[in-house]
């Protein structure tokens, strides 16, 4: 990853978690770097809450060490580490107005009222809500809650902020909404997030390392559009989006993979040999009529469009390859984009560059 270990903020080392014979976490070893905005992304029990419960101390680790800083924290308790953590139910004092929620953890801390409420009024300034401290929490939409919950962890200026599902409980165009505000919020104050999310496109939104993670392990990390376009697994390719997988074999020239006849070129095929998956993404496909001719040096297998569904901003196909497989394209819905029906004879034409390479399994 990005950050070595001494510029790191947060350092994982050899990290595993055990519930009785269940292994949570195996063996991670990660390190992620001062300032960034980090995500772990996969599905739901494939150990991501359990990896930031080890950052924040709300679970000890079987095995291996955790840093903060440099600092090695593997045993202390949770209010000893400089993060604080923002979950998916927000948990504020209901008696207690706005501003009182959020300077109470500076107030335990001794700061004098008057400095905890001015503090307590910057950070509500900064998700926007300074115009409602003298709320209660009950005359606050979910969003806005949600919001007061991040000042609150924002106070008083942690190493960094641990994010679990911190949107999970918000409805669909709220969640879109405040997304792009924990991006600008991160850029404002520039400490470290971590965000937990099983939602693939709030990972790729806000932050700008993802580790994809599956059965307690890291499958890859990198920028989403490292994972994206270059992704090193089936899991990454499928979970990331459409990934048009279909089985190939690099033969002599290594930098083509053969399927079904066809021979498809692929840099990343170099020095590979033997059986592998290519993928191609479906926005990087352009159909093209049977029979009509293709750019020179294009990647090209023949189909049939079984599905054609109009999106507005795109029309999505699904075309059954000559192969056999099922591939989907998306096509740009601009002037000028010719329309095709179910039934038609079509070429799927793509750019070598675009195509990606997996390991097997
Ligand atoms: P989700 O998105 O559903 O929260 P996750 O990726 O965050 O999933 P974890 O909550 O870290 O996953 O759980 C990883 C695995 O560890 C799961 O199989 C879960 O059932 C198990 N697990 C977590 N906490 C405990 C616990 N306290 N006791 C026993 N098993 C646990």
Redesign the pocket.
Known sequence: MAATQAEADIHLDGVSKR??D?T??DDLTMSIPRGSFFAML??????????LRMIGGFEDPSEGKVFLGGSEVTQLPPYKRDVNTVFQSYALFPHLSVERNVAFGLERKKVGKAEALKRANEALELVQLGHLGKRKPAQLSGGQQQRVALARALVNRPRALLLD?PLGALDLRLRKQLQIELKRIQQDVGITFVH?T?DQEEAMSMADTIAV?NG?RIEQAGSATELYERPRTAFVANFLGISNLIEAKVTGDQRVATHDGVALHAPECAGLIGDVQIGVRPEKITLILDGEPVPDGSNVLRGKILVAAFLGVSIQYVIQAAGGEELTVFAQNTDGTEAFGAGREVQLVWKPEHTFVVQRG
Not at 43 to 48: D, E, F, L, R, V
């Open positions: 519930f009785g269940m949570a976490v996969g599905p739901s029990g494939c150990g991501k809450t359990t990896t599902e937990v099983h993670m307690g």
